[in-house]
């Protein structure tokens, strides 16, 4: 089993590799890449192996950017295929609540990618789990972690290079909310979201992270629309490597608080200085093609919508909450336009309340939808009150509420998904308790 550099280790020089890819279409190319990238970081894989991707969503129509490309994974499986020191390799993930990954590994086009080259699927969601105890944690104690993740001698992350409406980013660090159990990934998903990202990173350690910065994402994490940035990135150190990605996407490190959080814990080096950036494509080349990033999305008040947002506080704080059910409402009203383009203009008017907000909310008639378990008004609040319960409240809940009120036709009411989608949560489901029943080794 290889040895792990201890938490607080910090390498003055981590290598970051910087290499320059266009498109995913010469397979034999890229695996050629991440081969030289693994003798120059002098990875060595052995042992029971966990490759892990990107899989928040997938959708065959408008959620293609949201999941690490097959052909980066595929180009990995070549590399690790042959290697007599590797005794398995598995693909895991847990991808967005109320969904089952399992579903969205056929949506994707990974189950058959996996067949193969003889690599286990694992999905997270129905894997057993084990407490762990975090040492460091400073909003979580201990976690549910799948015994996939905690059995694994050697870890992969390939993490798709997007923007994060509320994150700013999502790279390695970032990866590290799949390996979450369902229950407790929404626990603190609100103000202490970037805390609890740094959290993570105590068990969620990789030992090599490969980039998939070809096409990168932009707008909503979940739905993003294509930008081009045509780099494959790779490197040892999760924190490292984000720092270089945050440059790319045209922000500092200290912007991104996840990254400024497991910094400050010791957990690598965020400075150019301290880091071996190898590069055949330029910071400022990169970041010249990613000036026009489109981050729509990434703060309602910006954006021209034709119901009231009524936006609060966080339950005794002094700012939004700008993760937790308002990263909710980022999700559903990106994923009703990336659906039908244009919808949003047309939805008609309602009121939403999210947090404690001062002031008066007078509807003249119109609906209110008071969404999650702090939400309050401190004034008047008059209308048609409908309160959605949840902390935070699922995307798939509220986005019924606002395709009723709102008239416009739901993305969940999808007739091709209407036995495929049943059919693999019923599956899910039974693979569930058979690996809570099962007995341990």
């Known amino acids: 089993m290889p040895a792990r550099r201890r938490l607080g280790e910090e390498a003055m020089a981590e290598k970051v590799i910087v290499r320059r890819l266009d498109d995913y279409e010469d397979i034999d190319k890229i695996e050629g890449m991440i081969r030289e990238g693994m003798q120059e970081l002098d990875a060595k894989p052995a042992g029971r192996v966990l490759v892990k991707p990107n899989v928040v969503f997938a959708h065959r129509r408008y959620g293609r950017e949201a999941y690490t490309d097959p052909a980066v994974l595929e180009a990995l499986f070549r590399n690790l295929k042959n290697d007599s020191k590797i005794e398995s390799v598995t693909l895991g993930e847990r991808c967005a609540v109320t969904v089952p990954t399992r579903y969205l590994f056929r949506e994707n086009g990974y189950v058959p990618l996996a067949k193969k080259y003889g690599v286990k699927c694992a999905y997270f969601d129905e894997d057993r789990k084990r407490r762990v105890h975090l040492k460091k944690g400073t909003v979580h104690r201990s976690l549910l972690f799948p015994e996939s993740v905690l059995n694994a001698d050697y870890r992969i992350w390939v993490p798709k290079l997007k923007n994060h409406v509320s994150s700013l980013l999502t790279c390695a660090l970032k990866l590290n909310i799949g390996i979450l159990d369902s229950k407790e990934r929404l626990t603190h998903h609100d103000y202490l979201l970037e805390e609890k990202i740094a959290d993570l990173f105590e068990v969620g350690r990789p030992d090599l992270i490969v980039v998939d910065a070809v096409t990168g994402g932009q707008r909503n994490e979940l739905v993003p629309q294509p930008l081009f940035i045509g780099a494959l990135i790779m490197g040892t150190n999760s924190v490292a490597v984000d720092a270089v990605c945050t440059r790319i996407l045209g922000l500092e490190p200290g912007q991104v608080k996840h990254l400024d959080f497991a910094h400050r814990r010791g957990w690598g080096p965020v400075s150019l200085e301290e880091i071996d950036l190898r590069a055949e494509i330029s910071l400022d080349e990169l970041r010249e093609r990613t000036k026009d990033l489109d981050r729509t999305f990434n703060d309602l008040r910006t954006m021209n919508l034709p119901i009231h947002l009524h936006l609060g506080n966080y339950p005794n704080g002094d700012d939004l909450c700008h993760t937790g059910c308002v990263n909710m409402l980022k999700a559903v009203f990106a994923i009703k336009e990336a659906h039908e383009p244009g919808s949003l203009a047309r939805l008609k008017p309602f009121h939403v309340v999210v947090g404690e ?85």
């Open 357 to 441: 907000y001062e002031g008066d909310v007078v509807a003249d008639g119109e609906t209110v939808i008071v969404v999650g378990d702090c939400a309050k008004v401190s004034g008047k609040l008059e209308g048609k009150v409908v309160r959605v319960k949840g902390c935070p409240v699922p995307v798939p809940y509220f986005m019924l509420y606002a395709c009723h009120y709102g008239k416009v036709r739901s993305p969940y009411l999808n007739p091709a998904a209407m036995f495929s989608l049943p059919y693999h949560a019923l599956v899910s489901l039974a693979a569930k308790a058979k690996n809570r029943l099962a007995p341990r080794a």
